[in-house]
C-alpha cells in the first residue's frame, strides 16, 4: 500500500480542549488515485497499529486477501497520538522546537474520527462502501457511523464496544501508574523517556489481551522439573520489549490510553441508546466469545440497539487478540459481506 501525508495548515481544535496551529496526518492507501464510484474499504487501526494494515493485520489485508487492494480502495489513516502519525505528543512543536510530550492537548475519540474525516474529504470521498475496525479502532468506526450517518454504507464492529467499561479504565490507569513509576517519563528529555514504564505498560495490556487458557496451552514449561516458572515471564518481558523496538514511545501510549477512557458515543447525544439509533449502516457485529475486555454480552446488547444489525460470534481462546489470530473464521463471516458489496 502507498504511504501518503496530509499537510492541515488551519488549527484543530480539541473536544477536551487546546488546540495545534497545523498537522500532519499519515494515511496509506491502494497504490494508486482514487476513482470516484470505486469501492472503498476504510479501516481503522488498533491502539498500537499503524496505517498500513498490510503491517498488522497480513492475513486479512494485501494481494490474494480477503482485503486486495487492487480489488477495492482501501485506505487507513493514522489516529492522532499515534507515534506514525505525525500528529501526537512526539511532534515537534514548533513554538518550542521539542516534542510536545505532555503538553499535547488531551484527545479523544471523537477527535482521531474528526482528523480522519479531513483525510476523507481531502481525497474527495463521499461514500464509504465498508469501514472495519478492530478494538480502539471499532471506537472510532461506532463513533464515525454517528458523526457522518450517511457517508458509511456498511460497517463492521469488530471486539469493540460502544463506551468504555470501569473494567477498561482499570487496566488503562494501571498501565499510566507503570509509566509514572518510571522518572524519566515526566522528565520529558527525550523521547526515550519512560521505556521502563513502557515495558511494563504493555506487559500489563498484554494480560488483558488473552486468556487463561490461551497462556497455558502457549506458555507451558517444557521443563515440568523446573524449579521456577519463567516461560511466561520471559513472553512478558519480550512483549514489552517488542513495543519498544517498533519505535513506540511512552507519550504516544500514555494519549492513546486516554483517548480509550473517552470513549462513549451517548455523551451529548442522550445517551448511547439513542446515540446508536442514529446509525444507518448496515452493521455486522463481532464479539470473540472469550474475550475479556469488550465481553460477548456487551456486543450482543449493542448489535440489538442498532437499528440494522447482524450479530456473530468468534470461539476462540486467544481472547481480543482473536481479531489478530482467527483469520479463517473472520474471513467466513466478512466474505459475504465484502461480495455483496462489490456486486451491488
Not at 502457549?218 to 515471564?233: H, P, V
Not at 520471559?234 to 507519550?251: E, M, T, V
Request: charged content about 20%; some cysteine.
Amino acid at each position: 500500500m502507498r504511504r501518503n501525508v496530509l499537510h492541515i495548515s488551519e488549527r484543530f481544535d480539541f473536544e477536551a480542549g487546546g488546540s495545534i496551529p497545523s498537522m500532519d496526518i499519515v494515511y496509506h492507501t491502494s497504490d494508486r488515485d482514487y476513482t470516484p464510484g470505486e469501492k472503498v474499504v476504510w479501516i481503522c487501526h488498533a491502539l498500537t497499529g499503524n496505517s498500513n494494515p498490510e503491517d498488522w493485520w497480513p492475513m486479512m489485508v494485501g494481494k490474494g486477501c480477503l482485503l486486495d487492494p487492487d480489488e477495492v480502495y482501501v485506505i487507513c489513516a493514522s489516529s492522532l497520538c499515534s507515534p506514525y502519525g505525525e500528529c501526537g505528543p512526539a511532534t515537534v512543536n514548533p513554538d518550542t522546537g521539542r516534542p510536545y510530550f505532555l503538553s499535547f492537548p488531551k484527545t479523544t475519540v471523537r477527535d482521531i474520527v474528526r482528523a480522519a474525516i479531513l483525510v476523507r474529504k481531502h481525497l474527495g470521498i463521499d461514500k464509504i462502501d465498508l469501514m472495519l475496525g478492530p478494538s480502539i479502532g471499532g471506537f472510532q468506526t461506532v463513533e464515525w457511523l454517528v458523526i457522518e450517518p450517511d457517508v458509511v454504507t456498511n460497517a463492521v464492529i469488530l471486539a469493540t464496544s460502544e463506551r468504555v467499561t470501569p473494567y477498561i479504565t482499570a487496566f488503562n490507569e494501571s498501565q499510566r501508574m507503570a509509566l509514572l513509576a518510571d522518572p524519566s517519563f515526566e522528565a520529558a528529555e527525550s523521547l526515550k523517556g519512560g521505556e521502563a514504564g513502557l515495558r511494563c505498560a504493555r506487559s500489563i495490556a498484554l494480560i488483558s489481551y488473552r486468556t487463561y487458557m490461551g497462556y497455558n496451552v502457549s506458555q507451558k514449561e517444557t521443563d515440568d522439573d523446573a524449579l521456577f516458572a519463567d516461560r511466561a515471564a520471559s513472553y512478558q518481558r519480550y512483549q514489552g520489549q517488542k513495543l519498544l523496538n517498533r519505535d513506540f514511545d511512552a507519550y504516544s501510549y500514555w494519549y492513546l490510553s486516554y483517548s480509550l477512557d473517552s470513549m462513549n458515543v451517548g455523551r451529548g447525544r442522550g445517551g448511547v441508546r439513542e446515540a446508536l439509533k442514529l446509525v444507518r449502516s448496515n452493521c455486522t457485529v463481532i464479539s470473540i466469545t472469550t474475550d475479556q475486555v469488550f465481553p460477548a454480552s456487551n456486543l450482543r446488547a449493542m448489535a440489538e440497539m442498532l437499528p440494522k444489525s447482524v450479530y456473530h460470534e468468534i470461539d476462540s481462546i486467544y481472547g481480543h487478540d482473536g481479531f489478530l489470530i482467527e483469520n479463517d473464521r473472520l474471513t467466513e463471516i466478512l466474505r459475504p459481506v465484502l461480495n455483496s458489496i462489490i456486486n451491488a
